[in-house]
């Protein structure tokens, strides 16, 4: 089980969004170089980084940032937020991500995962972020009428090497992950699926442990506010 410390970037520092709100987020004190080296001092070796200013843009806003977290710590990184072409993705892998996360382009465009897939082997990860058992896609901001579910069965064979679901209306809530919902997607997944959204203690990791096809799990807000600890957390990480 890989534990994902999770980083999310916003005008250069860590926050936090409720339900993908960006209207209602947390901003902390440190900066994401900052975080990713506590993260690395405590001994994880996996990181996952949203660029939520990428998301917004389309742009690879803070690729200075990520290739300074790779360059310094040696962790694993995967790197999502508003990826929308090849050569976003290329610039992500030449600063040393260790994955590249597709979202809405993928979703409105599966020409463009196939592509992507195909010039980057074992590099790609499909980020399905779902509400109610569909699809949102731009930053969350829209409903998407296709069907978890359906759109992974469409897509199962095209190579991407990791799947990342959120459950939109557990993000940020520390509710615990919508185990149920993630079943579903793990039991079709061509690929290991990487729980996010929700997590907000040790049993929702050793839960997910006990599942089958699941690769890790995307740990965020739980550890900001405290509710997780790094040394409890690093234990899980294997």
Known sequence: MKIFPAIDIKDKKCV???KGDFDNKTEYEMSPVEQASKYKDNGFKNLHIVDLDGALTGETVNIDIIQDIVGKFDLKVEIGGGIRNLDSIQKYIDVGSEKVILGSAAIKDKNFLKEACEKFPNKIALGLDAKDGYL?????KEKSDQLTLDYLKEV???GFSRLIYTDINRDGMKQSPNFEETLKVAEISNCPVII???VSS???IKKAKS?????GVIVGKA???GDIKLDELVKEDA
């Open 16 to 18: 936090r969004l409720i």
């Open 136 to 140: 949102s896609v731009s930053g969350w």
């Open 156 to 158: 199962n064979d095209y």
């Open 196 to 198: 996010s959204g929700g």
């Open 202 to 204: 040790i049993d929702d």
């Open 211 to 215: 599942l089958n096809n699941i690769e």
């Open 223 to 225: 550890i900001y506010d």
